[in-house]
């Protein structure tokens, strides 16, 4: 028979918002997550990358005439962890990052977080991605208008257990595709039965991503102009009659399939010295068929980029 003594204390139902965490109380809280192997489940295995995906925050960036521009960010943060640790104290990248906060973000100061991370979380590899819409201002091609185009971007730091710092740069295109087959056909049934056709062309979307050498630098802008001069064919924010006629005409005169878009990405990227490698995947959302046409291509250096590419989904626009 259970004694009043023996009886589990009820528990208060209560927030007290008035309770001080001393020194003394928050030494006394369990540390899980660093209480080591004895506590592991699971396979006995080192981790090759966890952390936290998707936290959001306000960062400053250089934008394109060299002005201070804000933008919403959203990064992953993540490193190794040896076989023997149980886990990592996930708060601390977030906390880490933070202090960065203030600073201008670009590649160039992913090195200085990454080795950060190494040393407060004890790992030998981190990586960082910062995902963000960075806008630019587009001339409409004949009357003059102007408006934002906005660019999903990326910059992503990579860091080894040599403490070698690798710095990608991820970059969004969207364009028009207009089929030369289609082009032809048309011209065709114009020409020997004067009929009037068509020709198909649909929003296509370029990744391009680029590994920038550690000494160098390349802009978003440089690679947004790269992008316009190999393909020409941007899609338009500010439209009069005049400039959807003047698309028109470039999508006749800038004819291309999925195949030929990223040979021309690869001709802009490939004779710059400052990126080190580079990946182009095309996709070609298709008005003809109700499947994508895709494409990609690499510079192919010895551990750079692989052709390979998860989801081509997720470059729908």
Not at 14 to 43: C, H, I, K, W
Not at 273 to 292: A, G, Q, T
Request: aromatic fraction near 8%.
């Amino acid at each position: 028979m259970e004694t009043p003594s023996d009886q589990q204390k009820p528990l208060k139902r209560e927030y007290d918002d008035s309770f001080v965490v001393t020194p003394e109380y928050r030494a006394s809280l369990p540390d899980v997550q660093n209480s080591g192997n004895s506590e592991m489940e699971g396979a006995n295995v080192p981790i090759l990358q966890v952390g936290i995906s998707g936290f959001k925050l306000p960062l400053r960036f250089v934008g394109p005439d060299g002005e201070d521009l804000a933008v919403e960010t959203s990064v992953t943060g993540t490193v190794s962890l040896d076989a023997d640790k149980k886990g990592i104290n996930m708060s601390r990248i977030i906390r880490i990052f933070y202090e960065y906060k203030n600073e201008v973000f670009s590649p160039e100061i992913l090195a200085g977080i990454l080795r950060h991370y190494k040393s407060k979380l004890d790992s030998k590899e981190a990586r960082i991605k910062a995902n963000f819409s960075y806008p630019m201002i587009q001339r409409s091609l004949r009357s003059g208008l102007e408006g934002y185009q906005y660019y999903g971007c990326s910059f992503e730091g990579l860091i080894d257990r040599a403490d070698r710092v690798r710095k990608i740069i991820h970059f969004d295109f969207v364009y028009s595709s207009a089929c030369p087959c289609a082009s032809e056909l048309s011209e065709h049934a114009r020409e020997t039965r004067d009929l009037l056709a068509i020709p198909h062309s649909q929003r296509s979307k370029a990744r391009v991503s680029v590994e920038v050498h550690p000494d160098r630098e390349v802009s978003l802008l440089e690679l947004r102009d790269m992008c316009i001069n190999g393909l020409n064919t941007e899609t338009q924010v500010m439209v009069r009659r005049e400039d959807e006629q003047a698309f028109a005409e470039m999508n006749g005169a800038k004819v291309k399939f999925v195949e030929d878009a990223a040979r021309l990405l690869y001709d802009q990227l490939s004779d710059d010295n400052r990126i080190i490698d580079f990946r182009v995947v095309c996709s070609h959302f298709e008005s003809l068929h109700s499947h994508d046409a895709v494409a990609v291509l690499c510079r192919g250096i010895d551990g750079g980029f692989r052709a390979e590419y998860e989801d081509f989904t997720n470059l729908v626009v």
